[in-house]
């Protein structure tokens, strides 16, 4: 009998062909991400003429915009009444403040954006208070609130990356971040047995994580002896460390909201990836822990201490 006989019978898989269809998952995956990470290496490398990152800036507000329409929609799922232009011109508009008043240094952009932010909010329960729409006041404004803090706000962070320390920055935080994410899928499909957080996620696994964190690790220490360093090998090891595990909680994070909207994908923006939030949720949160770490090992340094 031939493969294809014995691959399917009357609609049913047979034994061979779950393995095949995972090999071409894997291709395809694999090369997609190649094209990605050639895109973004493109972006960068044009963006790095400016030192305000005016490229860099228009790549974010079409990440945000995307990723305040995924949000919004797994809001709507899970039964609250998001409003997706509010979600996603307040998401645009923060991000733009963020980073125009980093780029051009004419005003405190943390500051006016924590103001950009509180407006909003306030915006939105005004506008309640005129209409007179008292139903699911505290899940709308709270759903909008959420997604306001949970993308353009914590990206601030890469923003802050990639006009205090560069391109560079920002390539270390996402080559540190993707890596762990791909030591995440290949250790935990070769090797994982025993589950994570069952509850939240179903698919990772110890080994997963186990494998992220090496594969930052390893990247990390990897690119503090390339021209792109920000940082000395043992330091670099430390970044790895708190990179990767700041992006498997990213990870999980997203899947729990995932998971309360019964979905598997936040969206269908590329397939074997998903949607925009899919590809993002480990650097949501591994960028706020980047910039930390990076500021404490400016101070130490400039403090005398390695």
Request: glycine fraction near 14%; aromatic fraction near 8%.
């Amino acid at each position: 009998m031939d493969g294809s006989e014995t691959a399917r019978r009357d609609g049913v898989a047979q034994p061979g062909e779950y393995p095949r269809r995972r090999a071409a998952g894997v291709a395809v995956r694999s090369g997609l991400g190649a094209l990605l990470v050639l895109l973004i290496a493109l972006v960068l490398a044009v963006d790095s003429v400016w030192p305000q990152g005016f490229l860099y800036g228009a790549v974010l507000l079409a990440v945000v915009a995307l990723s305040m329409h995924e949000f919004s929609h797994l809001a709507q799922r899970v039964g609250l009444c998001a409003d997706l232009r509010a979600m996603v011109l307040g998401g645009v508009t923060l991000s733009l403040v963020h980073w125009g008043g980093l780029a051009s240094g004419a005003f405190d952009a943390w500051l006016w954006s924590g103001a950009v932010l509180c407006a909003l909010v306030m915006g939105l329960l005004v506008a309640r208070i005129v209409r007179a729409r008292i139903a699911e006041s505290v899940q709308s404004v709270g759903a909008c609130a959420l997604a306001w803090v949970y993308v353009p706000v914590m990206l601030s962070f890469l923003t802050a990356v990639r006009l205090e320390w560069g391109v560079a920055g920002v390539i270390a935080l996402l080559a540190v971040c993707k890596a762990g994410s791909s030591g995440a899928y290949f250790a935990g499909s070769l090797l994982g047995r025993r589950k994570l957080v069952p509850g939240v996620s179903p698919g990772k696994t110890v080994a997963g994580a186990a494998g992220a964190i090496a594969g930052a690790v390893l990247v990390s220490w990897g690119l503090s002896v390339t021209p792109l360093a920000l940082m000395g090998p043992v330091a670099a090891l430390a970044f790895g460390l708190v990179v990767g595990t700041a992006g498997i909680f990213g990870d999980l994070a997203e899947s729990l909201l995932k998971r309360q909207a019964e979905v598997k994908d936040s969206g269908s923006l590329l397939p074997g990836f998903g949607g925009m939030l899919d590809m993002l949720d480990d650097v949501l949160f591994a960028a706020p822990s980047a910039f930390v770490f990076l500021i404490f090992y400016r101070l130490l340094v400039l403090g005398g201490l390695r």
